[in-house]
């Protein structure tokens, strides 16, 4: 089992920045990747950013390429998602997850998920 934990939402005016944490327990000893989705009002819930176990390779939906960073601490272990140049479309509830294996970008591939952190951008 592993448990996921967030922090790091709030709100914010358009053009700033927050920076989550996603705090993983549990049996993490061996390959893994973590991600970020987001979920908006009425709307389904979308990838943002993947890492894989060592940290070396990342990918990003388009929409936030270049604005959002994710990186990961394997001594804690911990995944972060630095959020800058925020927009108001970027609110959303944040969850983090987490799978063994390779990393993936659907919803699916993850069997493990935090509570989500709700982040809002005013414009």
């Known amino acids: 089992q592993v448990q996921l934990v967030e922090s790091g939402g709030g709100l914010v005016q358009a053009g700033g920045s927050l920076r989550l944490s996603c705090a993983a327990s549990?049996?993490?000893?061996?390959?893994?990747?973590m991600a970020w989705f987001r979920q908006a009002p009425g709307k389904e819930r979308e990838f943002v950013a993947v890492?894989?176990?060592?940290?070396?390779?990342?990918s990003y939906a388009d929409s936030v390429k270049g604005r959002l960073t994710i990186s990961r601490d394997g001594a804690r272990p911990t995944v972060y998602l630095q959020m800058n140049n925020l927009r108001p479309e970027d609110t959303a509830v944040y969850y983090c997850?987490?799978?063994?294996?390779?990393?993936?970008?659907?919803?699916?591939?993850?069997?493990?998920w935090g509570q989500g952190t709700q982040v809002t951008v005013s414009s």
């Open positions: 997850s987490f799978k063994w294996g390779a990393v993936g970008f659907h919803s699916y591939e993850y069997p493990y």
């Open positions: 549990g049996s993490i000893d061996r390959s893994n990747s």
């Open positions: 890492i894989n176990w060592s940290g070396g390779y990342s």
